[in-house]
């Protein structure tokens, strides 16, 4: 609701849909209901200090600066608590900070793709891999990714669906501890 360690934030989308995407993308996050997280009607929750709210903030500003397009949100949410709009920009690059860095706020980067290839390739373009996913209809692209993409948990047309029982870990700097190991 607030902060969670899998919280997706670089979301690749094929050209020929990237558009339409982008914009129902403002829509939902324009109409995201924030506010107390023990509200079962709330969807998004304040940051959990003010280290981490300024934070967030500070990388919307180097999204902005590095030439990302804000299409929505990047400031405070309300007058009081960390709470902060949830921000979506558009044509992020995968040299930007912003598509390097883990945020650990609500702040979507959405970044252009038209093969299958080249999707792969950018994911594993990073040095973490805790977590994916995949939404399409077409089950063997599907497969493909799963197959390919350096991340402990490769989800397919679903996210952050998680059970206590199964094992959890990532890849990279993400896999650090991992099974209680040192790697």
């Known amino acids: 609701m607030g902060q969670c360690c899998t919280a997706g934030s670089r979301t690749f989308v094929q050209s020929k849909i990237y558009d339409e995407f982008v914009e129902r993308s403002i829509e939902k996050a324009n109409s995201r209901i924030i506010g107390d997280p023990f509200d079962l009607t709330t969807e998004h929750g304040p940051q959990i200090d003010d280290i981490q709210y300024k934070q967030v903030l500070r990388y919307i500003d180097i999204g902005k600066s590095e030439g990302a397009k804000m299409v929505t949100g990047g400031g405070r949410y309300g007058k009081k608590g960390f709470y902060i709009q949830p921000t979506v920009f558009k044509d992020v690059q995968d040299d930007m900070t912003i598509?390097?860095?883990?945020?650990?706020?609500?702040?979507?980067?959405?970044?252009?793709?038209?093969?299958?290839?080249?999707?792969?390739?950018?994911?594993?373009?990073?040095?973490?891999?805790?977590?994916?996913?995949?939404?399409?209809?077409?089950?063997?692209?599907?497969?493909?990714?799963?197959?390919?993409?350096?991340?402990?948990?490769?989800?397919?047309?679903?996210?952050?669906?998680?059970?206590?029982?199964?094992?959890?870990?990532?890849?990279?700097?993400?896999?650090?501890?991992?099974?209680l190991g040192d790697r």
């Open 99 to 179: 598509a390097k860095e883990e945020i650990f706020g609500p702040v979507m980067q959405i970044l252009k793709f038209d093969t299958m290839e080249e999707v792969c390739e950018r994911a594993n373009k990073t040095q973490y891999g805790l977590a994916a996913s995949i939404f399409t209809k077409d089950i063997d692209k599907a497969l493909t990714l799963v197959k390919n993409i350096q991340s402990g948990t490769v989800w397919v047309n679903c996210y952050n669906v998680l059970d206590a029982a199964a094992p959890f870990g990532g890849y990279k700097m993400s896999g650090l501890g991992r099974e």
